[in-house]
């Protein structure tokens, strides 16, 4: 049985342009990091822990306060930063 409400890969850029469009977002968002974090995340500590881990990435991106490409190196080094805690998590 296939779930309609799954999101085919393809459709990550519609759905991304819909939801900044209409949270008033405009930043670019870069998918491949937010998506190697969860899965990181998932992985090494919990499948629940992945949409709080990228929740608190975006927070900690937005008190942060950077655009440009030092938001997009600071998202990096964000990014990098969870998944090595996600890495070393014991439970």
Same mark, same amino acid.
């Given at each position: 049985m296939t779930d309609e409400?799954?999101?085919? =890969?393809? /459709?990550l850029d519609a759905w991304l342009a819909e939801l900044?469009?209409?949270?008033? &977002?405009?930043d670019t968002i870069a998918i491949?990091?937010?998506l190697d974090v969860a899965r990181d995340v998932a992985h090494? &500590? /919990?499948r629940p822990a992945a =949409?709080?881990?990228?929740?608190v990435l975006g927070l900690a991106l937005g008190r942060?306060?950077?655009t440009g490409d /030092?938001? /997009?190196?600071?998202l990096d080094r964000l990014a990098a930063? &969870?998944?090595e805690l996600a890495a070393r998590h014991t439970s």
């Open positions: 409400r799954r999101l085919p =890969p393809e /459709a900044t469009a209409h949270l008033g &977002v405009d491949g990091t937010v090494d &500590v /919990a =949409p709080l881990s990228t929740f942060a306060g950077l /030092a938001g /997009a190196a600071e930063a &969870v998944s």
